[in-house]
């Protein structure tokens, strides 16, 4: 190939590569465009998942209310066993929302029948957890906590799930200073029981009580209770020997507070 020929076919293949280059979008906002579309589509997937799972939550836990007053003691049980699960697992506060006056009056409902009252006062504490300050649980559930805890018809086994739902129920919604006094009261009548599970139960959730106690009965308590807790340090019973010396130093370090 003559030379004049060789040179004007390298400037027409280096023409070319220019060309070829300028055609080509910067890399930069190449990758800004997929970064953003990849994030885009994270975002709405993870709020669909989160839409479709708080919507299955709601239609297991109303599944599960509804199923408490079937007939089948087996069928509540089960739906008792869900519930609790849910409530111990999951953050529920939408799905109880426009539904905690039926759930509490079917809660209510059940332990006045007297069916499967453990595992319904179980499920009564994890949802005052739940709901919070909220008043409707407290109105409800108060007068049959104390009355259930001190019903001698009633198993040891109910009636300390019944302190303890008693002591927290009482703790995350009695706004009154004085409902607590008198829950404490009450607690403290139990603390003579000859059940050692009600008692342990009882002094775990006179305690609990006694950290929202008005400072100004402190020191009553302290010279009313002190000798009955140091009598409950020489129980057989190491649960009942924990809770009351627990119960003892939260007193002495309340007192020093005041």
Do not use: Y
């Not at 006062?121 to 949802?127: K, S, Y």
């Amino acid at each position: 190939m003559p030379k004049g020929d060789r040179s004007k076919k390298k400037e027409k293949d280096s023409s070319q590569r220019v060309a070829t280059d300028t055609t080509l979008p910067p890399a930069d906002e190449d990758n800004e465009s997929v970064g953003s579309s990849q994030e885009d589509s994270v975002v709405s997937e993870e709020g669909a998942e989160k839409q479709d799972t708080e919507e299955q939550l709601a239609f297991q836990f109303g599944e599960a209310v509804e199923q408490l007053l079937e007939k089948s003691g087996q069928v509540r049980l089960s739906a008792l066993a869900r519930l609790n699960k849910l409530c111990s697992e999951n953050v529920l506060v939408s799905q109880l929302a426009g539904s905690v006056e039926t759930v509490i009056d079917t809660i209510v409902k059940g332990l006045k029948k007297g069916n499967e009252c453990a595992e319904l006062l179980h499920f009564a504490l994890l949802l005052t957890v739940q709901i919070g300050e909220a008043q409707e649980p407290w109105a409800s559930l108060h007068p049959l906590l104390n009355q259930l805890s001190a019903d001698p018809a009633a198993s040891p086994s109910e009636r300390a799930a019944a302190c303890q739902a008693l002591g927290i129920c009482s703790f995350i919604q009695a706004e009154d200073p004085q409902d607590l006094v008198e829950v404490m009261v009450h607690l403290e009548k139990l603390l003579h029981s000859k059940d050692l599970r009600i008692v342990t139960a009882a002094v775990k959730s006179w305690s609990l009580l006694l950290t929202a106690a008005p400072a100004a009965i402190v020191s009553t308590l302290t010279s009313s209770l002190v000798p009955t807790l140091n009598k409950l340090l020489e129980s057989v019973e190491i649960e009942v020997r924990i809770a009351s010396g627990q119960s003892i130093a939260l007193l002495v370090n309340l007192i020093h507070e005041i």
